[in-house]
């Protein structure tokens, strides 16, 4: 019982070493636990513009914490020549590079591509190969059947040739995702490269005018990175932008639209009580001079 | 910055050459959503796929180009043409709860509290159990803005409903309107500013930024990302849950989408009966739930995490 | 004896009456209660400043109790704020005679706890120093904002009622200026110098009381109606109530009264007014309060026994916490102590002497306070949805030291003011007093 009562005492500084150490030795532990993730992704976007996009993320157990502020640079086939940028990822911990013009010799000169990320000195990323490749999309129309026909072409010693077994979506662009045009999720294209889906979606809102944007899109394939074609088509219903619900004088509206019995009520209370005690300050005010 | 001139309408998007830069720039872009980039008026050279040189905005560099900051008064309007809807199915909840800690994370919510939950629901004696996600249900005839005596909580005309931390009085009157138990409130100094960033103008996300954010004394609840929505991104919350319990999109584009799948979202409906929570109460909730029916997970395999998480 | 008798206490000269009437000073157990007072108001003081330090995070509130001890007190003094257009209006229309002594001891409770109200109110606001966006961004459409208008003409009509009648007598005081202190005199001169008592200031006197007197009972019905919309409104169990208005009121008039009744015998006794705060004014008031308890009682079963005979879903949770669970003890005492004992008491004559009044009206005053707690924190526990996935303390509420001392500041606040007003006004009516004893001696005399 004594030893007990006196034991924080006596060893109040081995405690406090043993404490320190505990904590550094989990710190450690927790950063070591850590895995530093970077992910880099190929988009290529209507067949012009090109950009790599860079992504950094923490993981601890199951939790993904993007990272910000990690400084990369990427080349293009051989690691400390052909530098395409320096990047630096953002509060979502990613970052985004072109291919500068001024690699554009080396660009031209295969139809196969090795992106490398570095860190300092350090490969962290070595073997993303890109091939190059180009995908259109194309409307059709006729009695009444609409069809969506994507085709991908890949490039093979220097010839666009077509490029069978892609896998993509083909429909149109909404708020974060694309609905799909046909019954399927994903479409495959065929030994032509090529791909048609009839467009399955009736009366579906589009823009003021009805356009709908269709896009067909390749995510993240093995040979080609994502590759996205859009093409805008008057098939879906036009929409108004329609504020009567919002513009109404409700109880919820803001104080600029109170609807006008509450504001007829409300004043005519005000008013008249207001109205009354200003005449009876008055009064006070006349019964002040008669005294004076 | 001259914003001003500098920002394209969305009309102009597919005109020209710039058609494609734009489109191109950022793979997730919708540009039903995505009204307006801030141009930085400089160009940046690049290489197309073809080998040729085109130039481009500098402000598409950005992983999500940046949107124009808006005044309190524009954000108040919000997004025309838009009318914001969640989709929760409760058939694949498994109450992992990634939506909160990434909801939590991203607005630096107070340690504790929590836009988003993860309910435990058992409706009566012999009904089944089930994990039921709520957040705020951005109500079309929100009680909570009713009340609100300084217009500091509103409705925006696409159906999110705000808060403006720079204007609320903190007289709880919204807290205790609300049905859903959607609000918090910020009793002592929020995260954001104990960890130095002030409070007036910080914000996790480059965003606009002018009304929501987390304020002491003030109160606070799920806003629908309005950051992410205006850059055509989905809320954290949404792209966070592996099981793809959320759905969420825009109901005059009658989509829902958790980002690997998108549906129809009258369709959705239909075909699952998705309902709205206390519908007799008349407040129109904009989150819609679908039932527990043909479950992805028992009910049982959420209860680990909920040992876990409640000390 | 007959009541007339008693009332006019064997006719005194107004020489007498006013000696008996002018404000005395403190005395050592004056001096002790005020000091007192004054010590809890800076404790209060002080737990506000750790308040605004710190933020509400120092109150026992949380999400769900997101209303506590502040809100429940602030209905406490806008009810017991009622009593002035009670005492005074209702009973000047119904032209009871018996009032006179008692109106301004309404008055002054009135005033200084919709001081107070309006006080506390600020007190439980987040960000106080926002309240200008009242005035900015105000939106009709919020019952605060209704709370807010209402309140502010209570507090002037009341102010006015106050002093209008004050007016003669402050003549009086100012008529025997050797006998008050200097700082006294500045007072009566300042707010009373022009009334020479002539008739013409009389009559526009006379009317304009009569105008507030009617003007006060819609306004004061609002406040109290208003302020249980606050809770009315909401869909939550326990308040979502068409009966709220009514129910608050007749429970606002009744606590009032248990206001009057506790300052009409301290008052009487600290300074030996029992020839003007007569046996009867007890025994009357006694006979008010148990008619007010029976319809405050009367709401209270609509208010519980028509949700409990149902027994929704979700107002079941909450009924049961009142009348079994955690809150029971609480509520049976409010309802027991604060209106059962208080009827039975005052059923009896015995009951209505004044000691028996006293311990009454404290009765009642308390089960009231008390009562006002159970209307709104343990609806708050109990909302649709279950409490989950926060931490421990968000699902209980308990006042914590802060809330204690400035609800109990703001209360030795609001006795403060009267305390005050006392020392410096006549607490009985000079004037009226004198004159109502002129007319009633002459009616005796013209009927002998
Ligand atoms: S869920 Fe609550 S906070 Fe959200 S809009 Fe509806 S009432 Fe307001
Ligand atoms: S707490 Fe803020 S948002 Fe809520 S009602 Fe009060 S002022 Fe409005
Ligand atoms: S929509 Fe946004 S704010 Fe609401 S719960 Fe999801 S992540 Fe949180």
Known sequence: MKKLNIFPFQNRPTLLLFVFAVSLLTRQLAAQEGKKIVKLHYVNSNNRVQYLLLECVLKKGKVLTPISNQSYKIYLDS??????????????????????PSLKAVWDASSQHTFIVMSDDEEVISDFVITKAKITLDTSGADGVRNLTASVMKMENNKWIPAADVEMKVGVQRLGGILSAGEEDNYTTDSSGTLIVEFKRDKLPGDQKGNLLLV????????????????????????????????????????????????????????????????????????????? | MKNNNNIPRRDFLFTGLLTAAL???????????????????????????????????????????????????????????????????????????????????????????????VLGMEDADHTAPYWQPTTCMHCDEPPCVKVCPVDATFKRQDGIVLIDNERCIGCRFCMAACPYSARVFNWEETLMASQGGSEEHHHHNS???????????????????????????????????????????????????????????SELIKDKAGYRLMEDLGTKPSVYYLPPVNRNFPYESGLEKETGDEK | MSNLSTLTNGRRSAEQITGDLVPQPFGKRGMIWVSVLIVLCLIGAFAYFRQLQEGLVVTGMRDYVSWGIYISNFVFFVAIS???????????????????????????????????ASLIIIVDMGRPERLYNLLLHGRLQSPITWDVI?????????????????????????????????????????????????????????????????????????????????????????????????YFISGAFLVGSGGVIVAMYVFRKYYHLEKYITELHFEKMGRIAVMLSLIYLYFNVNEYLVPAFKMKKSEAAHLEEL????????????????????????????????FPMFIVGMMIVVGAWFKRYLIVTPTL????????????????????????????????????????????????????????????????????
């Open chain 3, 150 to 246: 209402v309140i502010t003409t209570y507090f002037f009509i009341s102010l006015l009622l106050l002093y209008l009648p004050l007016l003669p007598d402050l003549k009086i005081l100012n008529g025997q200026k050797t006998k008050n202190l200097p700082w006294q005199n500045k007072i009566y001169t300042f707010l009373g110098s022009f009334w020479k008592g002539s008739e013409e200031q009389f009559k526009i006197s006379e009317k304009a009381i009569s105008i507030l007197c009617i003007m006060i009972i819609p306004v004061a019905f609002c406040i109290h109606t208003v302020t249980s919309w606050l809770f009315a409104t909401t869909y939550r169990p326990g308040w979502d109530s068409t009966n709220f208005g009514a």
């Open chain 2, 207 to 265: 965003g606009p930024t002018s009304v929501a954010h987390q304020v002491k004394g003030t109160v606070g609840k799920c806003d629908f990302c309005p950051e992410m929505t205006r850059q055509g991104e989905l809320p954290h919350c949404v792209s966070a849950c592996p099981n793809g319990v959320f759905m969420f999109g825009d109901l005059n584009e009658d989509t829902v989408t958790n980002g690997a799948e998108t549906f129809r979202f």
């Open chain 3, 323 to 354: 009348f079994t669970g955690e809150f029971s003890l609480m509520f049976w005492f409010a309802i027991l102590v604060g209106m059962i004992i208080p009827i039975f008491v005052m059923l009896f004559k015995a009951g209505r002497k004044p």
């Open chain 1, 79 to 100: 690691a400390g020549t052909n530098l395409i940028s320096n990047l630096t990822t953002d509060e979502t911990g990613k970052a985004k590079a072109f291919i500068p």
């Open chain 2, 23 to 117: 489109g191109g720039c950022n793979d997730k872009k919708n540009p039903f959503a995505q009204d307006e980039v801030v141009l930085t008026g400089e160009k940046v050279k690049l290489l197309s796929v073809d080998g040729e040189v085109i130039e481009i905005d500098k402000a598409f560099l950005k992983p999500i180009p940046d949107v124009p900051h808006l005044t309190n008064a524009e954000e108040r309007e919000g997004i025309p043409g838009k009318k914001f809807v969640m989709v929760i199915d409760l058939a694949r909840c498994k109450n992992l709860r990634k939506c909160q800690s990434a909801c939590n994370h991203m607005h630096q919510v107070h340690p504790g509290q929590n836009w988003i939950k």
């Open chain 1, 216 to 292: 067909a899109k390749v995510e993240d394939n093995e040979l080609f990175g994502s590759l996205i074609a859009e093409k805008k088509a008057l098939w879906g219903v036009a929409t108004k932008v329609d504020t009567a619900f919002f513009d109404q004088r409700t109880l919820w509206s803001t104080r600029f639209r109170t609807p006008y019995w509450l504001l007829f009520m409300a004043y005519s209370i005000i008013f008249g009580v207001w109205g009354t005690l200003i005449y009876l300050i008055r009064q006070v005010i006349k019964i002040k001079k008669l005294g004076a």
């Open chain 3, 82 to 116: 009622l009593v002035g257009s009670l005492i005074t209006a209702i009973f000047r229309l119904a032209n009871v005679e018996w009032s006179t002594p008692l109106t301004r001891i309404a008055e002054i409770i009135a005033v200084s706890a919709i001081t107070f």
């Open chain 3, 381 to 448: 526990l109990h909302p649709f949805l279950p409490m989950q996935n926060v931490p421990d303390n968000y699902m209980h509420y308990f006042p914590t030291w802060e809330e204690w001392a400035i609800t109990i500041g703001s209360l030795a606040g609001a006795l403060l003011i009267i305390t005050f007003f006392v020392r410096i006004f006549p607490i009985i009516p000079i004037h009226e007093t004198i004159t109502e004893q002129h007319e009633k001696a002459e009616h005796i005399s013209v009927s002998k």
